[in-house]
């Protein structure tokens, strides 16, 4: 059964660099998005994505994330100057239909 | 605006009896519904989706929930728990037909199994 995947499983960082994480998803997906869940709290939703553009983003999603899909199968989250409280799992997700969304197993990112 | 509650925190249950996890939702438009279950140390899998059609629904491992429009529920529900469902539980709303539809998570619900 395809699968979303995600990369790295876990990541460490200290607070002010800029972090990259990457996504494949369903192949035969069109939309894409990304959640974070901090520790003990709700999963939020970040961003969604179709047709090579924004199409849907939260408060959080400031001008410190961006996302970008840089070929056919990749599908990434920048965080360009990383804060202790981004430190979260971070999931991805694709969907064919709109509101159908496969999640990937998570990066745990950890800003210290 | 559209928002979950999951009225349990921790629901605990012996193998082999029921389990009902509560969820109330609001949603100022015809909702689409799930629950995803979330394993220790794995991603968050679809149980099951409600998108208007049949009010009562099925999903995998056995789980079932029924949408209530009167009641704005949709509670999932399993005849007989197993030591592997012990996992957290979320419902999830979401507005039908928008592009790239943001998903709104509930706060989750721990479901413990015991033998």
């Known amino acids: 059964e395809p699968e979303v995947t995600q990369t790295p499983s876990h990541q460490v960082t200290q607070m002010g660099q800029e972090v990259i994480l990457r996504c494949v998803p369903i192949?035969?997906?069109?939309?894409f998005y990304w959640y974070r869940q901090i520790l003990g709290q709700k999963v939020e939703f970040l961003v969604s994505?179709?047709?090579?553009?924004?199409?849907?983003k939260s408060e959080i999603f400031d001008d410190q994330f961006s996302v970008e899909r840089p070929d056919g199968s990749n599908f990434t989250l920048k965080i360009r100057s990383t804060k202790l409280e981004d430190s979260a799992m971070y999931f991805c997700?694709?969907?064919?239909?709109?509101?159908?969304?496969?999640f990937g197993p998570g990066t745990r990112l950890t800003v210290t | 605006a559209q928002s979950v509650t999951q009225l349990d925190s921790h629901v605990s249950v012996s193998e082999g009896t029921p389990v009902l996890l509560r969820c109330n939702y609001s949603?100022?438009?015809?909702?689409?519904l799930f629950w995803y279950v979330q394993h220790p140390n794995k991603g968050l899998q679809l149980l099951l989706k409600?998108?208007?059609?049949?009010?009562l629904v099925k999903g995998i491992n056995g789980f079932e929930a029924e949408f209530k429009k009167s009641e704005t529920s949709f509670h999932l529900t399993k005849p007989s728990a197993h030591m592997s469902d012990a996992a957290e539980y979320f419902c999830?709303?979401?507005?039908?037909?928008?592009?790239?539809?943001?998903?709104?998570f509930g706060k989750g619900t721990t479901l413990s199994v015991s033998s």
């Open positions: 997700a694709s969907s064919e239909r709109p509101y159908e969304q496969y």
């Open positions: 192949s035969n997906h069109l939309y």
């Open positions: 994505f179709y047709n090579n553009e924004i199409s849907e």
């Open positions: 949603s100022s438009y015809s909702p689409s």
């Open positions: 409600y998108t208007s059609a049949a009010t």
């Open positions: 999830v709303v979401s507005v039908l037909n928008q592009a790239g539809t943001a998903l709104i």
